[in-house]
């Protein structure tokens, strides 16, 4: 935190300065929507791992990536491209759910190296689901969620693409309606426009 400058705006918040890793880099922006009044993040952090660490090479990084994203069993991706640049990961391929982008992205994250990811996972559903019944189950799994009330987030659908917006409490309800929409078969990207009330 020393090395953190932080600017508050109206409820938007900048973050400035350098962290240690990438994963601290996200858990920063994390734990900053979790603060009361927050509306929203700039993360503006550059990752400058400690003089004392041995960073791998982009090679290197490029194996433990490819091995790391085979060896994950709710991970398959097909056509797999990954380009490392000094410490900037770029994805490129296939999944066929949207949350199996999103975990990807996690497990990369956790290679030492790594200042940036670049997610161009692509999306192909490996079945057709037609948007009505997507936006059918994005509702339902919203009713079975405690930490939100589905008739506070309204839910569009079109070719896969889901679009969240409305009015919630509290970041735990947008998280927890971003999850429900995430986790849905058929989804291919979620763009979260619920607003958190307060």
Same mark, same amino acid.
């Given at each position: ?7 508050? +705006? ?25 603060? !009361? ?13 400690? +003089? ?61 190296? !790594? ?39 309204? !839910? ?40 958190? +009330?307060?």
């Amino acid at each position: 935190a020393s090395k953190l400058t932080v600017e508050v +705006s109206n409820g938007t918040v900048t973050l400035h300065g350098e962290v240690p890793t990438y994963l601290s880099h996200t858990a920063a922006y994390n734990d900053t929507l979790g603060i !009361v009044g927050v509306v929203s993040v700039r993360n503006q952090l550059s990752v400058r791992y400690p +003089s004392g660490i041995s960073v791998p090479t982009d090679e290197q990084m490029e194996t433990e990536i490819r091995r790391r994203l085979d060896w994950n069993p709710d991970i398959n991706v097909l056509d797999l491209e990954i380009e490392v640049d000094a410490g900037e990961v770029t994805l490129r391929g296939t999944v066929d759910a949207y949350w199996k982008k999103i975990h990807a992205e996690d497990l990369v994250a956790l290679e030492p190296g !790594v200042v940036f990811i670049n997610n161009h996972l692509a999306i192909v559903p490996s079945r057709d689901i037609i948007d009505q019944d997507i936006a059918n189950d994005i509702v339902r799994s919203l009713e079975a969620r405690s930490a939100v009330f589905a008739e506070d987030v309204n !839910v569009r659908v079109r070719d896969g693409h889901v679009v969240l917006t409305g009015t919630v409490p509290s970041w735990t309800a947008r998280w927890a309606a971003y999850d429900a929409a995430k986790y849905t078969a058929g989804v291919v990207d979620v763009d979260n426009r619920l607003l958190v +009330s307060g």
